[in-house]
């Protein structure tokens, strides 16, 4: 079992920061990119942030100067710090992980439950 685990979101008013951290635990043998997503309603997912598990990040343009992502591999743990936030922003916001569970199984994509983050004054 594979659980990724969200916290950090919430109420915001424009021009606010949040902090979004999520975890992964269990049967882990290496974790390859992480990454956040989020959707908005009547909208399709789409890509925040990732991150390599070496570090290289990529963002989207809409949160770019605006959001950093970052990792702790020795947590399994992905942060997003979300400054100047803007009513656009509003959605559910989910981890991603690409992981493989031992040396002998492929890796495949593990998401988490989605955090709330609203943007509104």
């Known amino acids: 079992q594979v659980q990724l685990v969200e916290s950090g979101g919430g109420l915001v008013q424009p021009g606010g920061s949040l902090r979004l951290s999520c975890a992964a635990s269990g049967s882990i043998f290496r974790i390859n990119a992480m990454g956040w997503y989020r959707q908005a309603p009547g909208k399709q997912r789409e890509l925040v942030a990732d991150i390599s598990s070496f570090g290289s990040t990529n963002y989207a343009d809409s949160v770019k100067g605006r959001f950093t992502i970052s990792r702790d591999n020795a947590k399994n743990t992905v942060y997003l710090q979300m400054n100047s936030l803007k009513p656009e922003d509003t959605a559910v916001y989910y981890c991603?992980?690409?992981?493989?569970?031992?040396?002998?199984?492929?890796?495949?994509?593990?998401w988490g439950q989605g955090t709330q983050v609203t943007v509104s004054s």
């Open positions: 991603n992980a690409d992981l493989e569970r031992n040396r002998y199984s492929p890796s495949r994509d593990y």
